[in-house]
């Protein structure tokens, strides 16, 4: 018997709670409608619960064989006592300003007029964070080649970056440092590819010859970030929060760097390495000799939710005016609270904020899923 609970967060959004009883399996299900659909409530719940049925039922047929006994390492969200974040610099609050600390120019602290993510969800739970983050970095490598050069070479071990800056050098620095330090009450998140994406467009305006394929690029991603799952999970980690990359065809960075020609190959590129990872990494954790909690966070529908709230009346444009180098030339458009970008990729604070607040959202209604092994999550299931 499969039984279900839905629960409207706001006027569209909606949580989907099931449970088919005699497999113990849990499924989550967070999801919203635009609003052109919102006259047409009830017959989406309908149609989406007889979808997840579906599902549900394949699901069960393929885990049956494959029950594991319920990981109990973090009961409820209450428990998480420690974030770990990987990333970018959608991520970073200060790592390359360490970095690059003895320079004329060092980076900012922030990639935004204020703190970002990680900054929000640390103070929401209460808990401390080790932020791995690095503004520039790539799944494998960073945008600068001097850094990257750099921390190969050991000008950063004291910071424990010797292998790199990506996230394999990010995880690299975490599991030498932390491996014997007990993981069972600490949340890992991982959010990085925009800047493989980003550089893969400007070989493509640049009419490089030598770039690799968007199939190629999006493999490339995906397969970092399992592998980087996998790593953290051999080295004790329990509870892992991986982000699919948001929509960026409609980042302002497009107009101003002849990105505009591109538009739907971004989002093609974007979508085939979201789908990929998040079957690659619900795969790999079925597989798996020992358990762990995985959630995809749906980063591409949390900006799309944060694009549609309303609360910026400016989606479109970056705060900070930029010159042809997208340089700040120290003049901005208007009123920071009234813009969803701070630049041409990165966000206000105030989305941050709003981010966070969608992951902490998400955290809460499916903290079944960080105690319970059986657990198949899935945060923002769209209905078009």
């Not at 009346?313 to 900070?320: I, K, M, Q």
């Not at 009123?335 to 809460?364: G, N, R, S």
């Amino acid at each position: 018997m499969i039984r279900y609970r839905v629960v409207r967060l706001s006027k569209h959004h909606f949580y989907i709670f099931s449970k088919i009883r005699n497999n113990t399996m849990n499924h989550s299900y967070f999801f919203s409608l635009k609003k052109k659909d919102s006259n047409k409530i009830k017959r989406n719940v309908i149609s989406l619960t007889l979808a997840v049925s579906t599902l549900l039922l394949v699901a069960c047929n393929q885990n049956s064989n494959n029950a594991k006994t319920p990981v109990k390492e973090l009961e409820s969200i209450a428990s998480i006592n420690k974030l770990v974040i990987f990333g970018d610099s959608l991520s970073d609050n200060g790592t390359l300003r360490q970095l690059t600390s003895t320079q004329p120019q060092p980076a900012p602290e922030f990639f935004s007029n204020g703190p970002v993510w990680p900054n929000y969800l640390s103070d929401k739970l209460g808990v401390p964070q080790v932020n791995l983050a690095v503004a520039g970095a790539r799944s494998v490598g960073h945008d600068s080649a001097p850094l990257q050069t750099a921390a190969q070479s050991g000008a950063f071990s004291a910071l424990g970056y010797t292998t790199g800056l990506g996230l394999r050098g990010q995880v690299d620095n975490y599991i030498n440092n932390n491996t014997a330090v007990d993981q069972q009450n600490v949340l890992h998140t991982i959010l990085i590819g925009g800047n493989d994406i980003l550089a893969y467009l400007n070989g493509l305006v640049a009419g490089s010859e030598a770039i690799p394929s968007s199939v190629d690029v999006s493999n490339a991603i995906a397969d970092t970030v399992t592998e980087s799952v996998g790593r953290l999970v051999a080295n004790g980690a329990k509870n892992i929060v991986v982000f699919t990359l948001p929509e960026l065809s409609d980042v302002p960075r497009l107009d101003v760097s002849g990105f505009s020609d591109y538009q739907t190959e971004i989002t093609s590129l974007i979508q085939t390495l979201n789908n990929k990872l998040v079957s690659d990494l619900n795969t790999q954790r079925v597989a798996a000799s020992s358990p762990y909690n995985i959630i995809t966070f749906n980063t591409y529908r949390a900006t799309n939710n944060a694009r549609d709230s309303g609360d910026f009346t400016n989606v479109d444009d970056s705060w900070l005016v930029v010159d042809n180098n997208l340089q700040p030339t120290g003049a901005t458009n208007g009123p920071v609270e009234e813009f969803l970008f701070w630049d041409t990729i990165h966000p206000t604070t105030a989305a941050h904020k709003m981010l966070a607040e969608q992951l902490f959202q998400t955290l809460k209604l499916q903290e079944h899923c960080l105690g319970n092994d059986n657990c198949r999550v899935s945060s923002g299931l769209g209905m078009e």
